[in-house]
């Protein structure tokens, strides 16, 4: 099966509109202020305006107010949630929307204790930990802590890159492989080559 991929950290939609042509199923954008990749609800909503169909909006919120989570959903046409900080899964669930929750990964994590808080999540996001930093950060984690059976489609993340992501798809079977900074030339700055070899890796493996 090929890894569905999401390009994460859009922030324009002609990067948005040429990742999708090279072959992203979604995209990312990230409502989160310290984020060098944060974007206002007008430059989403311009982004979301350029997808063509059948490639999803994903919405990246880290802790946020549910009133702003509202605010944005109220203007922005986002197809899932992505949850990046500590959201339990009642805040997940009130928004009524699909959502994937994150988990970063560390050596005692429990991911099918996750699997099972967050059942109604459409997917467990699994990205490397890193002290005080939510995410978005391009460390990687050891695949190896992750379970075989996880009962929730899995989406990799953390420290992906052009050259790394075949070797992670084939070791790791994921539904769906995420990227942000192995993807650009410098924090927030995506690049298009760098997409394109993205991509080709994924379908490669
Ligand atoms: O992209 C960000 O800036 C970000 C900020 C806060 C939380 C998560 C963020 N990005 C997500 O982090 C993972 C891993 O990213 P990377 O490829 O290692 O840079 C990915 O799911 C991004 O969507």
């Not at 109604?120 to 379970?147: C, H, I, S, Y």
């Not at 899995?154 to 992906?160: A, T, Y």
């Not at 992501?165 to 760098?194: I, T």
């Amino acid at each position: 099966m090929t890894a569905r991929i999401k390009i994460c950290g859009l922030r324009d939609a002609a990067t948005a509109r040429q990742a999708a042509r090279l072959g992203a199923d979604a995209i990312g954008l990230v409502f989160y202020g310290p984020s060098p990749r944060n974007v206002d609800i007008a430059t989403a909503a311009a982004v979301c305006a350029a997808l063509p169909p059948f490639v999803s909006s994903v919405g990246l919120f880290v802790n946020a107010e549910p009133a702003f989570v509202r605010e944005v959903l109220a203007s922005v046409p986002l197809d899932l949630l992505q949850f990046h900080g500590d959201e339990a899964p009642a805040y997940c669930r009130a928004f009524s929307r699909p959502y994937l929750k994150a988990v970063r990964v560390k050596p005692d994590v429990n991911l099918l204790e996750y699997a099972a808080r967050y059942a109604d999540a459409r997917g467990l996001l699994v990205d490397a930990f890193v002290d005080g930093v939510p995410g978005g950060t391009g460390e990687a984690f050891d695949w190896r802590l992750l379970p075989p059976d996880l009962p929730l489609p899995l989406v990799l993340s953390g420290g992906l890159d052009p050259d790394n992501v075949r070797n992670a798809v084939n070791r790791v079977s994921p539904w769906a492989v995420d990227v942000s900074s192995g993807v650009e030339s410098a924090k927030g700055v995506k690049d298009l080559e760098r997409i394109a070899a993205f991509i080709d890796a994924v379908r490669a493996a």
